[in-house]
């Protein structure tokens, strides 16, 4: 890591909100990578709790389903010490026609410091901000982002690798509809890793291969076994099924045929390559359960850094004082 021992964390950090890891800096997510240890190392006690949002309130609110994303931020919430309530839409007045923003305006009333969302619209978050004072944290938002997934991801590489510079990370499977796959562009091409999409041609979308200007350079191809060639890193991502409008692929079965990561395909990548996938997991679909579960698989570690990632972030946007 390149943060300076003598530097301070409220000198490096800028972010009042946590929308998407574009307008994060290197040293910024450094920071989260070095607090997030921290986090772990606190997650390793007995106890696993310090008081560093007592007396601050955290509202969780979810348009759409979820279960790692909802949990962790959760937990964090709760080891450190925050007053947490979680709403899903179905449970609470949005069920009854309340519009976005009333629904913030609301848990705002209510004492909300931090509101976590995620919404089935991208640019939820974005439209939302100018009506809250509370820090906002995107917790998913439509195909657009999923910054603390990608935070996440980057965390459970880092517990193998120490550098990203020079890794070939290769993202595989539903890039069109993926929020995971925009945020980790954003985030290993920060970092220094050299980044592949890989996809049937109909969920790549239009416009990566350094096209636009805005977006980081990232190489893109449809031939699944030059993307796993040599990768230090497969990302999977899941069908997204419910995104999809119908047409998009010829049929389930010419998917799992041509982009399916079984053990067969996963030999053309490094020896040691790390497996990940952000889940949920449609086995057999995108790849094998062997796969999923096997000796490179870190799925789970993704599961578990969300915690730590999570609670990091919790604490830098809470002004990150008394651990
Ligand atoms: N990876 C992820 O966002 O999972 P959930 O939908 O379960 O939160």
Not at 7 to 29: M, N
Not at 56 to 82: M, Y
Not at 188 to 214: N, Q, R
Request: net charge neutral.
């Amino acid at each position: 890591m390149d943060i300076e021992a003598s530097a301070k964390p409220q000198d490096i950090w800028q972010h009042r909100h946590v929308l998407d890891i574009d307008d994060f800096s290197r040293g910024e997510i450094e920071l989260v990578m070095q607090t997030a240890n921290a986090m772990s190392e606190v997650l390793s006690r007995p106890i696993k709790k310090v008081p560093a949002l007592r007396g601050k309130c955290v509202f969780t609110i979810f348009w759409e389903v979820s279960t790692r994303t909802r949990g962790s931020f959760e937990l964090a919430a709760k080891n450190l010490s925050a007053d947490v309530v979680n709403f899903t839409a179905q449970a609470s007045s949005v069920s009854k026609g309340e519009s976005l923003i009333d629904t913030l305006n609301t848990v705002e009333a209510l004492g909300a410091d931090i509101i976590v969302m995620r919404h089935p619209i991208s640019g939820a978050p974005y439209h939302a901000l100018p009506y809250v004072k509370a820090n906002l944290v995107n917790a998913g938002d439509g195909w657009h982002a999923h910054p603390t997934q990608a935070l996440l991801d980057l965390h459970t590489i880092h517990r193998h690798r120490a550098s990203l510079e020079g890794l070939k990370v290769s993202i595989i499977g539903d890039i069109k509809h993926s929020r995971v796959a925009r945020s980790n562009v954003w985030c290993l091409t920060k970092m220094g890793a050299h980044v592949v999409l890989c996809a049937p041609a109909t969920l790549l979308p239009s416009g990566l291969e350094g096209s636009c200007d805005h977006f980081p350079r990232v190489e893109v191809t449809t031939d699944i076994t030059e993307a796993l060639k040599d990768a230090d890193v497969v990302m999977v991502l899941r069908l997204q099924k419910e995104r999809m409008a119908s047409g998009i692929l010829p049929s389930l079965r010419e998917f799992i045929g041509g982009y399916q990561l079984n053990a067969a395909r996963l030999a053309f990548a490094a020896k040691d390559a790390l497996v990940m996938h952000p889940g949920p997991v449609n086995e057999e679909i995108e790849i094998t359960r062997a796969v999923a579960h096997g000796p490179q698989s870190v799925i789970r570690e993704q599961v578990a850094s969300g915690v730590a990632v999570r609670m990091a972030l919790l604490y830098l946007l809470a002004g990150g004082k008394e651990l």
